[in-house]
Each structure stands twice: as C-alpha cells, then as structure tokens.
C-alpha cells in the first residue's frame, strides 16, 4: 500500500492525537512507519485503521495489553476467537462491577443530599455522613 500519509493526517483521520500515535509506535501498538528523505514518517491506510481501532478499544475500556493481543488476533484472522470473546467477558464484568460501584455511589450521595435540611452546617447531613464513615451505606460496597 502505498505510504506518503503525514501524521497529521492520519491523526486527524483516526482521531488519535500526534503524540499518542508516536507512543504507540514507541510500544509496539503501531509499527513503526517508514520515513522519508528528511526524516517525516509517512502513513497508509492501514496504519490509519489500526489506530482507528486501538481508539475505539480505548474508548471501550480496554486496557493496553488487552489491545495489543486483540490486534495480534486481527492480524491472524484465520484463527478462533475464542480468546477475543474471553477477552471482551471479562472487560464486561469489570464493566459490570464499576456500574454497580457507581449505582451505590449515586445512591448514597443521593441520600446524602435528600437528607440535608438545608440549615446550619452543624444539621447538615451531607457533612455529619462525610465525618463518619460508619453512617456512609456506600463505603465498603466497593
């Protein structure tokens, strides 16, 4: 495929900025481009969709190391996907618990601010919780 995509380009087409395109490079998420005559890498569109994918995997939660196997698995589609699928359950269950970690959370500053009269700070509820944790449902739900 023919190179010649200067790395502004590509980072506006992917949506992934300059220097984490170079980080990448620096890691091994993205090889390492070919450069020219006075010295500027040069992309191409595959380089352009492999990032494209690392920042949607990104946007997804996944983590670096997760996303430098599912792009090993990419580059080997004959194989099964099996490892891909592990991969993706066990993100959604962390995903799962940050939501119910959150849920909790919201719950628990919900009834913090229900339960402030809006009076004097040595009334408040919002305050009297925060100053002991023993009166916070939220704190060990984690």
């Not at 220097?19 to 998420?29: A, D, M």
């Not at 992309?43 to 995997?57: A, M, Q, V």
Request: hydrophobic share 30%.
């Amino acid at each position: 495929m023919n190179h010649g995509i200067a790395i502004g380009k590509v980072s506006e087409a992917s949506g992934v900025k300059v220097p984490t395109i170079r980080y990448y490079e620096q890691i091994g998420l993205l090889p390492a481009p070919p450069r020219t005559d006075g010295g500027r890498r040069t992309y191409d569109g595959k380089d352009t969709e492999r990032l494209t994918f690392i920042r949607h995997s990104r946007e997804l939660g996944f983590d670096i190391d997760e996303i430098k196997t599912l792009l090993e698995l990419q580059d080997s589609p004959d194989q099964s996907c099996e490892q891909a699928d592990g991969i993706a359950k066990a993100h959604l269950v962390e995903v799962r618990k940050k939501i119910a970690s959150l849920t909790a959370l919201q719950h628990e500053l919900e009834r913090m601010v229900e339960g402030c009269s809006h009076g004097r700070v040595e009334t408040c509820r919002v305050i009297e919780i925060l100053a002991d944790h023993g009166k916070c449902r939220y704190h060990g739900e984690t």
